[in-house]
Nanobody, 123 residues
């Protein structure tokens, strides 16, 4: 079992930055594929970034590419999502997720989820 806890969300003005963290417990994240997802009210959950089991951030949604950067620190058992140049449309609950197999953009393929952290970007 893997327990995931996100932190770092909050209220920020457009153009600002936030760094989200996702701390894992129960087992090491080494060897797990990790995904960052978000869900805005009335919208489907979408993946914004994914980190491969080997460690690299290999996927960004078009809407965040060039503004968001994901990373992992296996020693701290934590993954991060650095968000810059934030826009009001980035407002959502952000989740991290983990799976034993390779990265996927499909939420239902992830076995483990955090509780989410709210990000609100004001205009």
């Amino acid at each position: 079992q893997v327990q995931l806890v996100e932190s770092g969300g909050g209220l920020v003005q457009a153009g600002g930055s936030l760094r989200l963290s996702c701390a894992a417990s129960g087992r090491t994240i080494s060897g797990l594929s990790m995904g960052w997802f978000r869900q805005a009210p009335g919208k489907e959950r979408e993946e914004v970034a994914a980190i491969s089991r080997e460690g690299g951030c290999i996927y960004y949604a078009d809407s965040v590419r060039g503004r968001f950067t994901c990373s992992r620190d296996n020693a701290k058992n934590t993954v991060y999502l650095q968000m810059s140049s934030l826009k009001p449309e980035d407002t959502a609950v952000y989740y991290c997720a983990a799976r034993l197999l390779g990265v996927s953009t499909t939420p239902r393929r992830y076995s483990y989820w955090g509780q989410g952290t709210q990000v609100t970007v004001s205009s």
